[in-house]
């Protein structure tokens, strides 16, 4: 199984971050996985985002809900992450992986976010 982001690297400030995982070598709707988002600002540590798993449902991390959207396209075999109303603060390396029963089993290679105007 492969992952690739993709999206804009740059992002001014209050608009609307938007980023692409495609996945190949598996279906986003195989059953048991969740496909998620994890970002790591600079000198920080990993931050889950939320997820969209195979049924279509969605979770989102309660510090970042309100702000958050991940969707799918399933023909395409691709899922999506909108983060609104981005403040510097939301710059950081933005991965897709794919969770398992314990772990993160797959990882995308990530992706640099920069807010800044």
């Known amino acids: 199984v492969q992952l690739q982001e993709s999206g804009p690297g740059l992002v001014k400030p209050s608009q609307t971050l938007s980023l692409t995982c495609t996945v190949s070598g598996g279906s986003i709707t195989t059953n048991g996985y969740y496909w998620s988002w994890i970002r790591q600002p600079p000198g920080k540590g990993l931050e889950s985002i939320g997820y969209?798993?195979?049924?279509?449902?969605?979770y989102y991390s309660p510090s970042l809900k309100s702000r958050t959207s991940i969707s799918r396209d399933t023909s395409a075999n691709q899922f999506s992450l909108q983060l609104s109303s981005v403040t510097p603060e939301d710059t950081a390396v933005y991965y897709c992986a794919r969770l398992g029963q314990d772990s993160y089993d797959y990882w995308g290679q990530g992706t640099q976010v920069i807010v800044a105007s």
């Open positions: 969209i798993r195979d049924s279509g449902s969605t």
